[in-house]
């Protein structure tokens, strides 16, 4: 997939990664969405690296992400936590998370666990998590367009994986955390959709919508590494109810649901542990 340039780029970055903390490894990622960094409180931080200090990693332009990578311990696991992502908005670029993942898959992560901040289409209220089960694409773009090996006809029937899905089912269940599950749909962004748009995408059968994890999840499965998705949902899609969408409000109800979401994840390293 990647030219040498892109190999010498992640191999650089992996060293300077490594090169932070001795020993360190991981099977298991986390991207956080945005507002979303209280999700990391109380984990014990082995190391925390700018992005801007890694060789060939993008940097974030939207509040909400810190724009690091963080090593970890986490319920006593070892774990790569990204706080924040670059999306496809911000450069007109869907591949624009391939140097992370691509270092990701170089440093032996098996499993990444996405979430994002995404409006709901009546399965879940605001300051409620949804496991994503499926995807739709609406913005025509792929991180693979470009490639010339024959990995690029990546499956995308199971892009979510039903073990891992399975587990954060199971450690919602346990806790009383009410999970709901739905198909996820993304837009290009940066405008939020009209509601003419929202209406279309209902019928299509998406349960929430946002701006990011599908690229990630097609370069995650080009990779081989499963995937797990979460949305947190911030608010209701255009026209659905009286409330003026703005990223003030994602901001405002993503930290509500970051106790949950680490419970999540606790019991998903637990169960990756076993």
Known sequence: MENNDNTASAQAAVAAIRSRAKGFDAALALILGSGLDAVTDGVEVIAEIPYADIPG??????SGHSGSLILAMMNGKAIYVLSGRIHYYEQGDASAMLPMISVLNSLGVKVLVLTNAAGSLLNSAPGSVMLIKDYINFTGQSPLFGLKDNRRFVSMSEAYDKGISDQIKQTAAGAGIQ???GVYAWMAGPQFETPAEIKAIRMMGADAVGMSTVPETILARYFGIKVAALSVITNYGAGMDDARLSHDQTL????KTAADVRTLINGLLGYLNT
């Open 57 to 62: 990693f993008p940097s974030t332009g939207v």
């Open 252 to 255: 405002s109800y993503a930290p």
């Open 179 to 181: 999970l709901a599950q």
